[in-house]
């Protein structure tokens, strides 16, 4: 038996040029019909306020309806939260938790589905926190109130956290 150069037929190996040619080639066809998740940005909100998830950013490559379903994934102590009206909505909505003084980081899975079943993933994580007040006393609360309140919270990102204070109404 004679086997063309270049063919796999006894070679099957990751490093066969062949092999790499035709993984490449299979992904870039499965990447062109795949369903791609958008759970949008990451959010920083005050407990109590409303807060609305939106996977509106999702599309089909090939233009079907997509089916949406966010997960709440849950850690020890965090507070679990009713999405509304389901979790089976591109935009749910909750109200923001209550939470200790050092707040609490709540994370969703959003996971699209095409009409073929084909499925996407994306994470948002949702950073809720006691708004601080006017900690300077200077009768306002603004971005000046965050630097006793923020230090020795874990797991925000500064930079970001004083970028939306703006955003959040206390």
């Known amino acids: 038996r004679v086997e063309p150069v270049g063919d796999m037929w006894?070679?099957?190996h990751p490093f066969v040029p062949g092999y790499a040619k035709m993984a490449d080639l299979w992904f870039s066809g499965l990447m062109q019909i795949m369903p791609q998740a958008d759970a949008g940005p990451d959010q920083i909100v005050n407990a109590s306020a409303p807060v609305t998830l939106d996977a509106g950013g999702s599309f089909d490559p090939e233009g079907g309806d997509l089916s949406?379903?966010?997960v709440q994934t849950q850690t020890a102590?965090?507070?679990v939260v009713n999405l509304l009206p389901n979790d089976q909505a591109s935009q749910p909505t909750f109200v923001a938790p209550e939470v200790g003084p050092d707040g609490e980081l709540l994370t969703f899975i959003a996971t699209v589905?095409?009409?073929d079943g084909l499925e996407s993933t994306d994470t948002i994580s949702v950073?809720?926190?006691n708004c601080p007040g006017d900690l300077d006393h200077d009768k306002d609360a603004d971005a000046s109130d965050l630097a006793?309140?923020?230090t020795g919270l874990s797991g925000l990102d500064l930079?970001?956290?004083v970028a939306d204070f703006g955003k959040i109404n206390c």
Do not use: C, R, S
């Open 10 to 12: 006894n070679d099957l």
């Open 68 to 70: 949406y379903k966010w």
């Open 77 to 79: 102590g965090t507070p």
């Open 113 to 115: 589905t095409d009409p």
């Open 127 to 129: 950073n809720v926190f």
């Open 148 to 150: 006793e309140y923020v």
């Open 159 to 161: 930079e970001v956290f």
